[in-house]
Each structure stands twice: as C-alpha cells, then as structure tokens.
C-alpha cells in the first residue's frame, strides 16, 4: 500500500542547532513531494513542495528539502533551529498527479530547547 | 494568514446525531479539499469538491458528505455521529484548471470536533 513514514515522532534540538527530519515514502513513481508545519491550533502551512527538476528545493522560514529517488526519501532540513519552528512538521505525497489529494505521514513534534 | 476560514472553530457533539461543518474558499479558489486530522495522527484526505461537484474521494463511508457552492465555499456533513468521528476537520482550498493540473492548496485552521 502507498504510504508516507515519518520514523521520528519526537524531536528535541537546542536553539542553533541544525535539523534533519525524515521522510520516506512507498509508491512506485516520483510523487509530488511537500513538507506543512502545523502550529499548536493552527491550519497547515506549506514549507516547500518538489514535483520534478532539482531535487534541492528551497522553502519558506530558512528550511529546505532534498529528494533522493534511490532512498524514496524527502528529508527537511535547517541549518539553525529558532525557538519559533516549535511544531508539528508533516511529510505528504500527492499521488493524484497534481490535483492535491494528500497523503500524509503521521508527523513529527519538535521541540526547542533555549 | 491564508484566506480560508472555518466555522465553527469547535463544536460538541453526542454520538448518532449529525452535524455540518463550513468552509469558506480563499479568493479565486475553485477547489476544496476536506481532510480528518484525529489526535496525533496526520489529516487524512476525504473528498475533493470542484465545481459544485465532488471530484475525488478517500476511504470513507458515505455517512461523510459534502456540498460546494456557487461561490466554492463548501460544507461536510457527517450523519449518525461515532465517537472516532472526533478529530480535527480541515479544508484547503486551490485553483484548479492550471496547466499541470493545481496550484498550491491553501488550509484553513480548523473545526475541532468531539463526540461524546
């Protein structure tokens, strides 16, 4: 079955610290690939998103991802945690070919620590 | 802030009794996507409205149905309530009829439901 894994329910970093949160996804093709972050009450805002082309993709807040095909991954990263990206970070596949009908993972939880 | 707006922002209610939840669309947006986010688990996709009709559809019963609008804002309704129908119920709306197919989808921040 299709899915999206994120293996890390909990992350803690210090402040400064750099960030890799993973994810790995289970499909035969390349799908559209994108990483939300969710706020304690908040909706879920867009970091970044990969459909084809330079699988280095660069998003909002300093984060970015890096699409390995051979692994089925799409880890995000940020070379220095603020306190503010405290969250919930979620990894999702797109397998509708673009018509955003989301599969998600079920999430990441940082925590930062001053 | 994205445009898309929820009511209510929570709601309770008893199991078997039904309920709508609202979504209004960003501006320009002609796409709405329902998704169920239950307590610790990533939303799960529901169904896809796209001009007025519904254009896709997850694994759920048909007890979960929806509407959309003339003016794309949309409804779920979800009949005969079970307790783990409690979850956080997002919609996203998009533009669909881009070439390649749509362009980034917008989410609202939520009608948290509890059924008791």
């Known amino acids: 079955a299709q899915s999206v894994t994120q293996p890390d329910i909990h992350i803690t970093v210090s402040e400064g610290a750099s960030l890799e949160l993973r994810c790995n996804y289970s499909?035969?093709?390349?799908?559209?690939l994108f990483w939300y972050v969710q706020s304690p009450g908040q909706g879920l805002q867009l970091l970044l998103k990969?459909?084809?082309?330079?699988?280095l993709v660069q998003g909002i807040k300093g984060f970015e991802a890096e699409f390995k095909r051979s692994q089925s991954s799409f880890n995000l990263r940020k070379p220095s945690v603020h306190w503010s990206d405290a969250a919930e970070y979620f990894c999702?596949?797109?397998?509708?070919?673009?018509?955003?009908?989301?599969?998600f993972g079920a999430g990441t939880r940082l925590a930062v620590h001053p | 802030e994205t445009g898309v707006t929820q009511s209510p922002t929570h709601l309770i209610k008893t199991r078997g009794q039904q309920v709508t939840l609202r979504c209004s669309s960003q501006?320009?947006?002609?796409?709405v996507s329902w998704y169920q986010q239950a307590l610790g688990q990533g939303p799960q996709f529901i169904f896809q409205?796209?001009?007025?009709?519904?254009?896709g559809r997850g694994n759920f019963p048909p007890r979960f149905s929806g509407l959309q609008f003339p003016n794309y804002s949309s409804e779920l309704n979800v009949n005969a309530l079970e307790l783990d129908d409690s979850a956080l119920y997002l919609c996203?709306?998009?533009?669909?009829?881009?070439?390649?197919?749509?362009?980034?989808?917008?989410f609202g921040p939520g009608t948290r439901l509890t059924v008791l």
């Open positions: 996203a709306s998009s533009l669909m009829g881009l070439p390649g197919g749509t362009d980034t989808q917008y």
């Open positions: 499909y035969g093709a390349t799908p559209y």
């Open positions: 990969y459909f084809s082309g330079d699988t």
């Open positions: 999702a596949v797109d397998l509708s070919g673009g018509y955003n009908k989301l599969i």
């Open positions: 501006s320009g947006h002609n796409t």
């Open positions: 409205y796209y001009r007025e009709e519904e254009n």
